[in-house]
Structures are given as C-alpha cells and as structure tokens.
Nanobody
Framework: VQLQASGGGLVQAGDSLRLSCAASGLTFNRYHLGWFRQAPGKEREFVALSTRYANSVKGRFTTSRDNAKNTVYLQMNSLKLEDTAVYYC?????????????????????WGQGTLVTVSS
C-alpha cells in the first residue's frame, strides 16, 4: 500500500493550497482517507476525515475525494501561521465507527510520507 501526499509548499498567510493524496495497493472504496499534521516540536494532530474537521480548521479546510483517481484532496483556505506543519494522509477501513474515532491515529492502518506546508507572514 502506498499513500503519496503532495502539494505542500511555502505560502503566505491568507493564501490557499490544495494537498493531494494518491492511494495505491488498496481497494480504495473500502477506505476512508484522512489528514493529520505535525508542527515542529508538537505532536501529530488530526486535521480532517471526510466531513469531520478539527476545530482549528473548520470553515477553512475542505476535503474531497475522486474515486476514479484513487485520490483525496485537502483544500486549505485562509491559511494561518499556525497551519505550518508536515501534513500526512492516512487510510482507515470504512466502518460504522470510522467517524466516531476519526481523531484517533490508532485506527489508521496506512500512512503516507507527508508533505510540508509552510505559512509565512
């Protein structure tokens, strides 16, 4: 299984960026793909899974999914300095508990390598 995250870069505060995560080696429609991030010196934190969002990104970030391309996206608008982090995509089997435990990194079986987002002032 491979999850290839891309789209990171250096942007200014207030800008937008779209991350992509292309999945291979798994039956895509059996999995949810979520997003986590890890800022320098901080622990990894949940960002989004489908319609579930961390409070810190609600209203600014949006996920989408293209089943034909086995790819999920994270559209990030109104970026803030505190959004600077390495962003990871991760895959978890679709179950009735997926959304209830979306925040818990333990439910994700597969992880991508991460893509760095740097927001400058």
């Amino acid at each position: 299984v491979q999850l290839q995250a891309s789209g990171g870069g250096l942007v200014q505060a207030g800008d937008s960026l779209r991350l992509s995560c292309a999945a291979s080696g798994l039956t895509f429609n059996r999995y949810h793909l979520g997003w986590f991030r890890q800022a320098p010196g901080k622990e990894r934190e949940f960002v989004a899974l489908s319609t579930r969002y961390a409070n810190s990104v609600k209203g600014r970030f949006t996920t989408s999914r293209d089943n034909a391309k086995n790819t999920v996206y994270l559209q990030m608008n109104s970026l803030k300095l505190e959004d600077t982090a390495v962003y990871y995509c991760a895959a978890t089997l679709r179950t009735s508990d997926s959304f209830a435990y979306a925040y818990n990194s333990d439910i994700y079986e597969f992880w991508g390598q991460g893509t760095l987002v740097t927001v400058s002032s």
